[in-house]
């Protein structure tokens, strides 16, 4: 047995969570944030025997996708008379980060 965890952006956490489910795969979402953007986004765990991790990730792939934002970056700490002029940066987010742990044993109760 094989415990998937993704890490998706929010905005793919329902259709992800959706395709797995009827794939019937026991899905369980968790709310999370990340640490760059500081946005919010879901980790989605679940459990399946080692021949479905490639299906899984699979559907991962076709539910999560990058996404491209502007943001302003911080201005740096500055002297008294210096001039800073924040440009708009693009930078890539979404998409999904993928593990997949051995697990030791596992009990429905």
Do not use: W
Request: hydrophobic share 40%; net charge negative.
């Amino acid at each position: 047995m094989k415990l998937v965890i993704a890490i998706v952006h929010s905005e793919d956490a329902g259709t992800l969570v959706d395709a797995l489910t009827d794939k019937d795969y026991r899905v369980t979402r968790l709310r999370s944030s990340g640490g760059f953007l500081k946005q919010e986004n879901a980790t989605v765990i679940l459990g399946v025997e080692e021949e479905q991790i490639e299906d899984v990730i699979a559907v991962i792939r076709e539910t999560c996708h990058a996404r491209n934002q502007f943001i302003n970056p911080m201005p740096p700490l500055m002297e008294p008379g210096e001039f800073y002029m924040p440009y708009p940066v693009e930078v890539s987010f979404g998409g999904a980060t993928v593990f997949v742990v051995e697990v030791a044993r596992t009990e429905r109760i």
